[in-house]
């Protein structure tokens, strides 16, 4: 069936680059996403990257996309404060309506 | 930049009351679904709609739940006699197309529902 694991946090220190890893397990999988939910804040979506991508860049994100080992990242390049809050992965699958599938999400927290 | 709208943010019910969350997707978006987060949880896909009616919906959408387009802008979804374990943020989410690229999702901001 279908399932999406990520871990379930992430501390770094401001600046740095973090970097949040998802797996999957559908390989018909066609489009695999990143959504940001910040506390009390519904899901923004960040970026997604098509599965028959590698890579995709949009400013600070970077989406990496390996469909042989069915894994997923997310790096943020120069991490701030504001970048704290909870970052999910999910994917659709090909047929029926798009409907997601979500990761359990992985907290970030930035420190100084 | 156009928006998914959800009211009310916080909707807190007493147990076997009905509730009804309401929506009001992108206005050229076709298709509609509707998601929950239990506390602490996955976000989990209840139901998808198109057309006036139920395209796909999950095991958790029983036959408590229902959802409607009364009209061209809003999307509801309707709890008829809630449980405690319906306690939850509700999220509605819309998309222009089912084929890419403009099959994106994007979220309104959550209803919560605290059911006593």
């Known amino acids: 069936g279908e399932d999406v694991e990520q871990s379930l946090f992430l501390s770094v220190r401001e600046g740095d680059s973090s970097v949040i890893n998802c797996t999957y397990t559908?390989?018909?999988?066609?489009?695999l996403y990143w959504y940001k939910q910040e506390p009390g804040a519904g899901l923004q979506l960040l970026t997604y990257i098509f599965s028959n991508m590698d890579m995709k860049q949009d400013q600070r994100l970077t989406v990496l996309l390996n469909k042989k080992d069915k894994h997923l990242s997310l790096r943020i390049a120069d991490t701030q404060t504001g970048d704290s809050a909870i970052y999910f992965c999910?994917?659709?699958?090909?047929?029926?309506?798009?409907?997601?599938?979500f990761g359990a999400g992985t907290r970030l927290a930035v420190h100084p | 930049e156009p928006e998914v709208t959800q009211t009310p943010s916080h909707q807190v019910t007493q147990m076997g009351q009905e509730v009804i969350l309401r929506c009001v997707p992108i206005?050229?978006?076709?298709?509609f679904y509707w998601y929950r987060q239990i506390l602490g949880q996955k976000v989990e896909f209840l139901v998808s709609f198109y057309n006036n009616e139920i395209s796909e919906k999950s095991e958790i959408f029983d036959d408590q739940f229902s959802v409607e387009r009364p009209d061209g802008s809003n999307f509801t979804l309707k709890i008829r006699s809630t449980k405690l374990e319906d306690s939850a943020m509700y999220f509605c989410a819309s998309s222009e197309e089912l084929a890419r690229p403009k099959n994106i999702q994007y979220f309104g901001a959550g209803t919560r529902l605290s059911v006593l």
């Open positions: 999910a994917e659709t699958v090909s047929g029926g309506y798009n409907k997601l599938i």
């Open positions: 559908d390989s018909s999988s066609t489009y």
């Open positions: 206005s050229n978006h076709l298709y």
